[in-house]
């Protein structure tokens, strides 16, 4: 998996414990030659990760909506931008420039993004998985729920064919790295 996707929180006032969290993936992408593409904003823990990857020698694509663009919320760690007009659009880019999305704690931007990704897999637009990175159980209950569609039979096939699950930095590595 060399470009790796990633949806999160733009969010500056989180626990610190997500920064945490979120830094040494950011680094391990740079270190390992992989390509970080998201969504270019120089906020949260998207920017937190951005500058992880690029202190490490990491490559950046950052796939910006105009509205970032029009309130000065751009990053400056991206190597590329891809302008897009609006958010769909980005979503859109970013799951088509990667091999594998992460999900990051994040607000009702990263669940839209995580659900896009995983209907569009479940009707063959394309097979790319997205692995949630539960820091401190913080996925838990939208886990429950997916699981919930399962067992009431909302779902023609298992929902986990569409997603992985990392509890700690070591498996989210280990699943990143076939």
């Known amino acids: 998996m060399k470009k790796i996707g990633l949806f999160c929180s733009a969010s ?24 970080l593409v998201y969504g270019g904003a120089n906020l949260g823990l ?10 490490q020698g990491g490559t950046i694509i950052g796939v910006v909506p105009a509205i970032l663009e029009e309130n000065g919320k751009v990053s400056h760690y991206p190597d590329t931008v891809i302008q897009t007009k609006n958010l769909s659009d980005r979503k859109e880019a970013i799951v088509e ?19 896009h990704v ?14 949630f990175y539960n820091v401190n159980g913080f996925y838990n209950k939208l886990l429950e729920a997916l699981n919930q569609l399962e067992t009431d039979r909302f779902t023609r096939h298992p929902l ?5 699950v990392a509890e ?11």
């Open 160 to 164: 986990s064919a569409y997603y992985s």
């Open 168 to 178: 700690s930095h070591e498996e989210l590595i280990t699943l990143l790295q076939y």
């Open 118 to 131: 995983m209907a569009a897999a479940s009707i063959g637009y394309h097979q790319k998985r997205v692995v």
């Open 46 to 55: 998207m920017e937190c990760v951005a500058k992880a990857v690029k202190e």
């Open 97 to 115: 420039h990667a091999d594998i999305l992460v999900a990051l704690p994040g607000g009702v931007g990263t669940l839209d993004e995580i659900f």
């Open 12 to 35: 500056e006032i989180i626990d610190k414990m997500y920064f945490d969290a979120a830094r040494p993936f950011g680094e391990w992408i740079g270190q390992t030659g992989r390509t």
